[in-house]
């Protein structure tokens, strides 16, 4: 009979989860033309173990496949690429990246070995950031009266330490981030520690001391004003000083890439239709300007942003937003003087 309701529960879930996810499937299989629930797996791993660059793809490297509609490549000297039609969104590129990088093929095998070490590398980094919880657990495990009960837990919530600990298997063959790993660390230490926590004031007062340390550097990030989130202040200023000078929801822009977000061109309610890449020579970017703002005088961004770039924001024409390390090139199509 328990059989009989474990098999009837397992159907239940299966058609809950079919009932869910199968829109979902469905929708985006007819708009892939084939089906599909995800192509997530496949970039990452083609941006991250075999250098396929995140956006602008052009079939590099060598072996890589042939693009069925890439970005458009307008010039080479400065690299520029132009994206307006036919994906919507702020920045196109990353807006669909299954579309730009159809064509996608990867036939070697990459060498997980170096992905590996790098991936242990970070896993004692976080764990080195967790000291105190993991002092605090050895602490508890050591000072527990009671460890034939701290084992039987143990063998009783083995399945949730493995979900737990599943993933770090997993992303350590290719690449992780922090962001990815936070649930499945709660659930470990959460596991852990109710495996040998008691009723005790030393566990209270252990588990006190652990939180106020593991609370050390968040509120020392706070107070110090550092914070691992972007500058949405300097994003802010940025689109405020951008419409300002003319631009207008709708319009479109160009991006010089050189570690420049484009959090702003939301705040503005602009689209960057235009990404340029200038050399890494600065004897070569008056050049390459040169030929750049040829090309930029036929298109329809109205503004081209970068950071301060030498050789090139420093050209006649480029005005500075604000205080901002940001500068903003008006096109012929915005320009009034």
């Known amino acids: 009979m328990a059989a009989w309701f474990g098999r009837r529960w397992a159907l239940v ?30 970039l990452n791993l083609a941006f991250l173990m075999y250098h396929v660059p995140h956006a602008n ?42 579309y730009w990088n159809e064509g996608l ?50 063998r009783t919530l083995w399945p949730v330490l493995a979900l737990g600990a599943m993933p770090f298997a997993m992303y350590a063959l ?24 008691e009723a005790r004031r030393t566990t209270l007062v252990i588990g006190a001391v652990a939180a106020i340390l593991m609370m050390l ?15 949405w202040r300097l994003h802010y200023e940025v689109a405020h000083d951008l419409q300002a000078l003319g631009l207008k929801p709708g319009d479109q822009v160009g991006l010089v890439h050189d570690g420049m977000f484009y959090y702003w061109a939301y705040l ?16 070569e970017r008056p050049a390459e300007w040169s030929n750049a703002r040829r090309i930029l005088a036929s298109q329809a961004a109205t503004f081209l942003v970068s950071l301060r770039l030498d050789g090139v924001t420093d050209q006649p024409g480029w005005r500075r937003l604000g205080t901002t390390e940001v500068f903003a090139y008006p096109t012929r199509a915005s320009r009034t003087d």
């Open 13 to 42: 879930t299966c058609a809950v989860f079919i009932a869910i996810v199968g829109p979902y499937v469905w929708a985006l299989s007819q708009a892939k033309g084939r089906f599909t629930w995800s192509d997530t797996g496949r």
């Open 57 to 98: 793809w052009q079939g590099q490297p060598d072996g890589s496949g042939r693009p069925v509609h890439p970005t458009r490549q307008l010039s080479m000297h400065p690299a520029i690429f132009e994206f307006a039609t036919p994906i919507p969104g702020t920045y196109p590129p990353w807006y669909d990246p299954a």
């Open 105 to 154: 093929r990867m036939t070697s095998r990459p060498r997980a070995f170096g992905a590996v070490v790098r991936q242990i590398r970070l896993y004692i980094h976080w764990v080195r950031q967790q000291l105190p919880l993991l002092l605090a657990f050895l602490a508890l495990f050591f000072l527990n009266s009671d460890k034939r009960g701290t084992l039987t837990r143990f």
């Open 174 to 197: 290719v690449v992780t981030q922090a962001r990815y790993m936070a649930p499945f660390f709660v659930i470990l230490w959460t596991a852990l520690f109710a495996c040998v926590v």
């Open 217 to 231: 550097e968040p509120l020392g990030l706070l107070f110090t004003g550092r914070t691992f989130l972007p500058n």
């Open 268 to 283: 503005a309610d602009a689209r960057v239709t235009l990404e340029l890449y200038f050399s890494s020579r600065q004897t």
